[in-house]
């Protein structure tokens, strides 16, 4: 298989704008002859369904929440950015575009990004048309912060809630459209694959999580807005209910799976506290707008401060190591994630936690609370305060928060071309769930960015181009003889989950999947770990496929076989992870390798022979998979050592 | 931190197969329980337990577990979210509870809100209600430039405050008439406060009462229940706000929606 | 929407209703207490008969008697609807319920307070407008019914002819007639003698000091309520009124409540 990312030609800035133009366009009055399925109902999902059902295709959207507005986009705190320059500190597309190349470590496709940096703007003119309560001035103009790996304002935001504005602005455009007709939105399904005929997606088959039932819904194109994978570590920010199952089931329909190495290890969230946990909660990153972070310098104060001694604010000045302000002068705590989390282990390694029993370094608002008064910090960081407080009954006001870096959000995906289908005709994927814009690293406040770019202003245009290739009342319906195959495919597979009937719940399993790929494609992976790791996942799927215990049945609600099938497509996925991981022999982004790391300790790149992505392709059950390559071209940007110093 | 004693607790728990089952409450006791667990995931261990024995599990919404997405939704001794203001079910930690303590926990309790198994209930409604109106009409791309318009700080944040809502439900399940007004009127009023919301406003507050009043909600006889227990602390000013809205909409606009 | 299927048809339109006739009922408070204030006159009832004779004679005050009864049964009803769309909201009652943290006893009992201060009423128009309707008088010297401003309650003839209908009040030119008939005294009730003979009865009286208390719970929820309802919410002036609904409702039914006691010690 060959890749065709389908960039056009041109000056970087004029490609979108002569694609656009070059796209084949579906006459107004033959939209409504095509029915789009989304599956996914956050910023991309919904963004995307009511913008198309907008233009006049008839839509169908699903998410396996009660409601659309409960996709995990909702949690996003911090922001999003945008290139308005509205604070006339150096901003532009360019600037914005540039600063994204450079934060995913020059992994990420030049064009792709550089769109994304165009839409940006686009999308807060979109947002605050639809009312969303966006921070503003005394003026009443739109406030901006700043956020990790840039070194300009550029960052909007709704109190810590960017995300959950964001979404229900993109929600309420969707109710528009259910409310007009144009959209049917099913709640409480899940979808676990897609159809395939002559080789193009035609459809997918959902659950039905209530009654368990199994349901055909045909479509001229099927766009995957289902987030990140994330939650293959068992523990992690995502939502409890996060999953890749149908990117996964996606992917072994032929879609190709790019890079499912890069993940983002979040610097700030709150720290494992017992066995039972079942998910770490974020503590944004524009905390480190204000908070310093910090460990002592030596482990005989590290030893004092964990048997309760001392406390945080007892330690002098001179004791505490600073060590992203001292290592990295230029950009202090504000260093990217990756560099932010990877130092933060570095810290804990040599034995400086903060707690006993676990893992964690001190973010500290004392010289800011002091600088501006509690009550700004409160205006800015209120909530946030409080959650912290609510989960750690610690008061952050008066003593420094203790955290430490999770596994956040995921850059690898389905591979798509610039039109963002992936390599299945007709199936598309947008949002976290696909792999093009960020590289081996997101910045911050970029994930809002990219799901709205993709699901307001790149997908009407694009699905267009196929949609008018393919032509109106040319996709077969459900009664097509391979909706009923993938049917019973799935019956097949369910049944053998519900059969297994062993001594281990879905979730012990799953935790020790997710130990493993923490172990050994985490924060820093070596050949020899991943080699080991992919062995271990080995043993547990063979574990899980001889001793889960799945209880209940197929016809009703049933959690646990919810959960089953997702583990199940996690192993596999988690197998892939560390086998992209073990084939990467550098170190670029989230994906550090400790075997390719420069004499400082940073990260290695090999531009020479790993400018690449990784598109990895299915070949069966017990097949190792083949990787296909799409090179990188860097027409534009001058690939440089990222420094942060 | 609070201490590391574990606790033992009898828990109350109403188990209904589906929306015709009479449904009942089950006593579960529990025990080595931590402090420092949330809620949720003293169900997680719970559930753990019933799968090994071979029992069905207890069916419940949760998703982000971090207080946003609004998923879980627990009467738990009474009270929606349990005994702490402004917290969501999944911030309730167990250092909130007393060894030895029994904790009944019930589904959100409305005709309007069906139980669909054991502690899940439907709330379809809301959408129902937001799918009536509860946006403002404005294709992508129709927008102006984002700072065309100035927006006071204050108006921003009356309108941020009412945004807050997470639709969990809370709302109606403490409310004594099971009334949607403060989850209708913190949609309606979040446009309502902003320019961009004005064109609508009227419309927006009357096709929402009317889908609300559909829905088989209650009155709101304006005990202030709903805010006292609404996780995200949305005020009842809004309900007030909206029946002016409301009211004036329809009995002193000349033109009829 | 019409303003009619606002009004009947939707829950805000229905509050609107028992909002509107909750404070009108309140306005009918304002003037049933100014005017009984003269039952602490020490003029042995004098001023409060002659509040009694204006307010059952005045053609305006009749009409108004109607609205007020009307706005009662609107109340009521309505008080009643709603109650019952309530209760179909939610048909399974929660098994633990522990709602005194987050609402005032009296705010969620609404029902309660209304209905004992709904019995209370009956028993009230039957004590004194039903008796003074419709009791029998007793004999009273003509004078004193003149001057104490008494309501004949029987006819009075003399000779075929009809002196005074049952339901005059004496005036001067009445009471020359009478005496020039010889006719010393008259059959009549007052509505102080009334109140004076009720409140005698220590269990009656209590009787009134509980409703009053039920009347003050009562509106200390409904007066912000109705506002509420109505719409009318400002940071600044909303705790004003919520503190004016609290004063109404202590000080109303703190002066009604005073007056059952005052008759009771001046016995």
């Not at chain 1, 290592?327 to 040599?350: C, I, Q």
């Not at chain 3, 009720?198 to 912000?224: E, R, W």
């Amino acid at each position: 298989m060959k890749l065709d990312s389908k960039v056009p030609e041109g000056p970087l800035a004029d490609k979108w704008t002569n694609h656009k133009f070059n796209l084949k366009l579906v006459n107004p009055a033959n939209k409504r002859k095509y029915h789009i399925i989304v599956v996914g109902t956050g910023l991309a999902g919904a963004s995307a369904a009511a913008s198309l059902a907008e233009l006049g295709y008839n839509v169908s959207t699903f998410c396996f929440q009660d409601s659309p507005r409960r996709a995990h986009s909702i949690a996003a705190q911090g922001g999003i950015n945008a290139a308005k320059n509205y604070q006339n500190d150096g901003d532009s597309v360019y600037r914005l575009f540039y600063d994204t190349i450079k934060g995913g470590d020059y992994r990420s496709r030049e064009a792709n990004t550089h769109r994304l940096a165009e839409v940006s703007v686009n999308i807060i003119d979109q947002c605050v048309a639809q009312g969303v309560p966006f921070a503003r001035e005394y003026g009443g103009y739109l406030a901006n912060r700043s956020f990790g790996g840039a070194q300009v304002s550029r960052t909007f935001y709704a109190r810590g809630q960017t995300g959950q504005q964001l979404l229900l602005g993109a929600y309420g455009a969707l109710n528009r459209q259910i409310g007009l007709g144009n959209v049917q939105s099913y709640n409480r399904r899940e979808m676990l694959d897609i159809v395939k005929v002559d080789g193009r997606a035609c459809g997918i088959i959902v659950k039905n999580l209530i009654t368990g039932e199994l349901e055909r819904h045909a479509g001229d194109a099927v766009l995957l807005c289902t987030g990140g994978y994330g939650n293959a570590y068992f523990l992690s920010t995502n939502a409890m209910n996060s999953n890749a199952t149908a990117a996964w089931r996606a992917h072994k329909k032929g879609a190709l799976f790019a890079n499912p190495c890069y993940v983002q290890i979040h610097p700030t969230c709150i720290p494992v506290h017992g066995d039972y946990q079942s998910k770490l909660t974020l503590m944004s990153e524009s905390l480190r707008n204000d908070g310093r972070v910090w460990v002592p310098r030596d482990k005989a104060t590290v030893e004092k401060l964990q048997q309760g001694q001392i406390k945080a604010a007892d330690i002098p000045e001179a004791d505490r190591f600073y060590y992203l302000e001292e290592k990295y002068p230029a950009f202090g705590n504000l260093v990217p994630r990756d560099v932010a989390s990877r130092n933060a282990k570095y810290v804990t390694d040599d034995g400086l936690s903060v707690i006993p029993d676990g893992e964690a370094v001190f973010l500290d608002f004392t010289d800011a609370i002091n600088r501006l008064g509690k009550d700004t910090i409160a205006a800015r960081y209120g909530n946030l305060f409080e959650m912290y407080q609510r989960i750690t009954d610690d008061n952050p006001y008066q003593v420094p928060m203790k955290i430490f870096p999770a596994v956040h959000y995921t850059m690898g995906g389905l591979w798509v071309d610039y039109n963002l289908m992936t390599t299945v005709p007709g199936l598309y994927a947008l949002g976290e769930a696909n792999f093009s814009d960020h590289g081996a690293n997101r910045l911050g406040a970029s994930a809002l960015m990219q799901g709205l770019a993709d699901g307001y202003f790149v997908i009407p245009f694009t699905v267009g181009d196929y949609l008018a290739e393919i032509g109106p009342g040319n996709t077969p319906g459900t009664d097509h003889p391979a909706f009923q195959e993938v049917e019973q495919s799935i019956q097949a597979h369910t049944q053998q989950l519900l059969g297994i009937n062993g001594s281990k719940t879905v979730d012990d399993i799953h935790k020790k999947l997710g130990k493993a790929i923490w172990d050994h494609c985490g924060m820093a992976r070596t050949a020899d770990g991943l080699r080991e790791g992919i062995e271990k996942i080995k043993g547990i799927k063979e574990e899980f496929w001889n001793d889960v215990r799945v209880p209940g049945n197929d016809n009703e609600i049933n959690f646990e076989l919810q959960k089953a099938w997702r583990v199940a497509d996690f192993i596999e996925l988690g197998e892939l992870m560390c086998r992209d991981a073990y084939n990467r022999n550098e170190s670029c982004g989230g994906h550090f390798r400790e075997d390719f790391q420069t004499p400082e300790g940073e990260a290695l790149r090999n531009d020479a022979e790993y400018a690449y992505a990784a598109a990895w392709e299915w070949k069966g059950d017990d097949q190792p998979h083949e990787m296909i390559k799409e090179d990188l071209n860097f027409e534009f940007v001058e690939l440089k050592t990222r420094s942060y110093k | 931190m609070a201490s590391n004693t574990s606790l033992s607790l009898t828990l109350k728990i109403w188990r209904q197969n589906g929306p015709n089952d009479k449904g009942k409450i089950v006593t579960y006791p529990i025990s080595d329980i931590s402090p420092e667990m949330s809620f949720l995931e003293m169900f997680d261990v719970l559930n753990d337990q019933l799968i090994k024995k071979g029992e069905d599990p207890i069916a419940f919404d949760h998703d982000c577990r971090e207080g946003i997405c609004g998923a879980c939704s627990m009467m738990i001794n009474g009270q929606a979210h349990g005994p702490h203001r402004r917290t969501t079910t999944c911030q309730l930690h167990m250092r909130s509870f007393k060894d030895g303590d029994t904790i009944y926990v019930e589904p959100w309790r409305a005709a309007a809100f069906p139980v669909v198994k054991d502690l899940v209930v439907d709330r379809e409604a809301f959408d129902r209600i937001l799918q009536s109106g509860g946006y403002i009409s404005v294709n992508t791309g129709n927008a102006q430039d984002a700072n065309e318009m100035p927006i006071a700080n204050e108006i921003a944040e009356n309108a941020m405050d009412a945004a807050e809502c997470i639709g969990c439900g809370a709302c109606v399940a403490s409310c004594k008439n099971a009334s949607a007004m403060l989850f209708v009127s913190a949609k309606a009023s979040h446009l309502a406060y902003l320019p961009q919301g004005q064109p609508e406003r009227n419309r927006r507050a009357q096709m929402m009462v009317n889908q609300m009043d559909e829905e088989g909600f209650g009155n709101c006889t304006n005990t202030g229940a709903c805010e006292v227990q609404c996780p995200k602390g949305i005020s009842i000013k809004n309900i007030s706000r909206m029946n002016a809205d409301f009211l004036r909409s329809t009995i002193a606009s000349e033109t009829e929606i | 929407m019409s303003i009619l299927s606002t009004l009947f048809k939707h829950s805000i339109g229905q509050k609107l209703i028992m909002g509107l006739t909750g404070l009108f009922l309140v306005t009918f408070l304002v003037v049933h207490l100014s005017g009984n204030l003269q039952l602490f006159m020490s003029d042995n009832g004098v001023a409060f008969n002659t509040y009694t004779k204006f307010m059952t004679t005045n053609p305006l005050i009749r009409v108004a008697e109607w609205i007020l009864f009307a706005g009662f049964i609107v109340h009521i009803i309505y008080a009643i609807i709603l109650t019952r769309q309530n209760r179909k909201a939610r048909p399974v009652r929660y098994a633990y319920s522990n709602p005194k943290g987050s609402s005032t006893w009296f705010s969620r009992n609404m029902g309660v307070t209304g209905s004992i201060v709904f019995i209370f009423l009956a028993v009230h128009l039957y004590m004194f407008w039903g008796i003074f309707h419709w009791g029998g008088g007793e004999m009273t010297p003509v004078n004193d019914v003149q001057k104490y401003v008494y309501k004949v309650t029987d006819d009075v003839t003399a000779g075929g002819n009809t002196l005074v209908s049952a339901g005059d009040y004496l005036d001067e030119k009445m009471v020359a007639t009478l005496q020039s008939q010889n006719v010393a005294q008259v059959k009549a009730i007052s509505m102080y003698d009334i109140s004076k003979k009720s409140f005698g009865n220590p269990l009656i009286s209590l009787f009134y000091v509980i409703a009053m208390v039920l009347l003050g719970f009562h509106l200390n929820h409904g007066f912000q309520s109705a506002f509420r309802t109505l719409g009318f919410v400002h940071e600044k002036y909303t705790p004003f009124l919520t503190k004016l609904g609290t004063a109404i409702s202590v000080l109303f039914p703190l002066v009604f409540a005073a007056m059952p006691i005052y008759l009771y010690l001046t016995q």
